[in-house]
């Protein structure tokens, strides 16, 4: 399918505008360029988000893989943006759960993750990209809250032993809008590559999210995604950080 995205390599990288964020969420349903370039603001590069940065050294292991896979390691926390009163609040901590139609391996059944730590979960950074994010979903749905899945997120992988960062192959994530922010890939990390495909699986476009701040922002309902596997190019461990942010509307739809 031909579409109207610019290639995801050169938007990497370079700066973008909110109209055409808006423009490419309604179609093709995503859109890929790098945070800092679009949602700069020199608050966002204070030193205390480096501390954030760290934080991903400490996520416990995933015990729920079906593939009996070690490489993912996660928090999981649920928040809550009310739109009306701006207020962005932590909903009490549960498992995580998706149906098996949007993910075949592991979904189906509760999995318990350690919540993410109240530093990250309410730190002003985190406020700030929840509000950007849903600042442009707003304009073409507006409703009154939203609930959102929060996920810190570790692959690991070594040269001989891969990691999957979406072990369940080609799929949706059952939300709204949802959102890919790459906070750190080491060096070595070899594959890992992102690819979107429209509503009946076809390929549209393939690329690879290298930076911290390069960001994949989508329409859930107009698209697929999944990313392939990885493995380290030398003898040292490679790791994929990142963090995603899943918008579920709430309530009625103003417009
Ligand atoms: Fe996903």
Redesign the pocket.
Known sequence: MKHENLSAELLIGTQSSSERIQTQLKKPGYWVGNYFNYFITLAHRSDDWKKILETWDGLPPDEFMADGGKYRRRRFSELQYDVQNDEISILPHQPFFQDKYNNTLNGGRDRHFEPITPYVATHPFLKRMIRDYVAIFSRYKNVSSWKIYLHQVRITSSKDIPGFP?PEGI???GVTF?S?FCVNRTENCAGAENSIYDNDKELIETFTLKRFGDLVLFDDSKIY?SVSRMNSSNDQAASRDML?LEFTAQGDENV
Request: net charge neutral.
């Open positions: 979406t799929h949706k994530d949802s890919l995604h995603f």
